[in-house]
């Protein structure tokens, strides 16, 4: 038994539901199953491959591949077939995005900490940063990726819903029923339970625990970009953490919240980060898109697609 799973049985429901953390997120998987072995079982599934993949790509860790690359000081780093899986997406999204979509941007954290406070970083600060963020600028020709000394490589725009959307693939193979996992809001159906369909809530932006819409899910993908919960608030103006890699800064006018379905986590993921990165444009590109998607832009309620 692992002592890091939690499960129980809402009452007057035929699903159970699996709780562990991972990735910094409450992490939950409902298995439309009768009984708790299996549901545990199926739980810890889901959980092991999240900590896997927590372990193998976390910025914060010191034994990840992401700290082993960042580290390389401009050598060669030859990677494995699931990481250059992960690059050449996010070289995709770099492209289509026009680059806004950029995995250089994470050394922005030095001086952004969206962390409910009003420590808003200085011009000065931030411009002296820009020279080592850049996609262009790493030298990827899979399997063998060069990045230039001082640079580094962030996959957490990538990580949680690649990690749903493996944790739902392995409990594909181990079980035809119903399933959905649910990792900080970041969704994959797999199956629809025997009551029809998976009810899911969208987080209000503006109070913690609450759903501003609830939308229903049978099989897809589902995934929100938003910032919630991440985010400076100084003099009345709230700076998102979604920031433009040409200038450092949080992109303006952009909706408080995204929310897109397709057929995967990690697809819904992407679609919902771009839109942000669009600002006021969100809406026109996922129309664009032609995706179901709901926008929040804190006036009101909007739900669009």
């Not at 600028?137 to 493996?166: C, F, H, N, S, T």
Request: with cysteine; aromatic share 8%; proline share 5%.
């Amino acid at each position: 038994m692992n002592a890091g799973v939690s499960l129980e049985r809402p009452a007057g429901q035929t699903h159970w539901i699996g709780r562990f953390g991972a990735m910094a997120s409450p992490c939950e998987v409902l298995v439309d199953v009768d009984d708790g072995d299996e549901a545990r079982r199926l739980t810890e599934l889901a959980a092991a491959e999240a900590w896997r993949i927590e372990r193998k790509y976390s910025r914060y860790r010191d034994d990840s591949l992401v700290h082993e690359i960042n580290a390389s000081e401009g050598a060669p780093v030859t990677v494995d077939d699931e990481t250059a899986g992960l690059l050449a997406f996010a070289d995709r999204c770099h492209e289509l995005s026009g680059g806004h979509f950029d995995i250089t941007t994470g050394i922005l954290r030095r001086v952004w900490r969206f962390d409910g406070s009003d420590r808003v970083p200085s011009r000065t600060q931030v411009k002296a940063l820009l020279p080592l963020i850049g996609w262009t600028k790493v030298d990827w020709q899979p399997p063998v990726l060069i990045l230039p000394r001082g640079m580094e490589i962030d996959l957490g725009g990538l990580g949680k819903e690649y990690a749903v959307d493996r944790a739902a693939e392995i409990l594909g193979h181990e079980t035809d029923r119903g399933v959905l996992v649910n990792f900080g809001g970041d969704l994959r159906a797999l199956r629809p339970p025997r009551a029809g369909h998976w009810t899911v809530g969208i987080e209000d932006p503006r109070r913690d625990r609450h759903a501003w819409c609830q939308i229903t899910l049978a099989r897809g993908g589902l995934a929100t970009s938003g910032d919630a919960r991440r985010f400076l608030l100084r003099r009345g103006v709230r700076y998102s953490h979604v920031l433009n890699p040409r200038t450092g800064w949080p992109v303006r006018q952009a909706p408080r919240s995204v929310t897109v379905i397709a057929d995967s986590s990690l697809e819904a993921g992407m679609l919902a980060t771009l839109a942000l990165l669009r600002g006021r444009h969100a809406e026109e590109f996922l129309r664009e898109q032609d995706v179901t998607f709901w926008c929040y832009r804190g006036v009101g309620r909007r739900a669009e697609g």
